[in-house]
């Protein structure tokens, strides 16, 4: 089945998506370092960092700081 989905976050989420996110330098798989929280929309993001810093694509230890506040805007 093949389906599209939609989904609009308050801007205050997504830059707090934007200033959390990591990436593996060497596969790109993204991980976020912090509980993104909105309670008055019911929204909670759990962190996703791999376990012994290790990529758990790839097995990199090369994750980085990928925020980029500047293109986000």
Known sequence: ??????????DDIL??????????????RLYYTETIEDKENGIRIEPFVPKHGSCVDCGSTNIVDASDPVTFE
Do not use: Q
Request: net charge negative; hydrophobic share 35%.
């Open 15 to 28: 830059v707090d998506i934007e200033e959390n996110k990591h990436s593996c330098n060497d596969c790109g």
């Open 1 to 10: 089945m093949n389906a599209f989905v939609h989904v609009s976050l308050p």
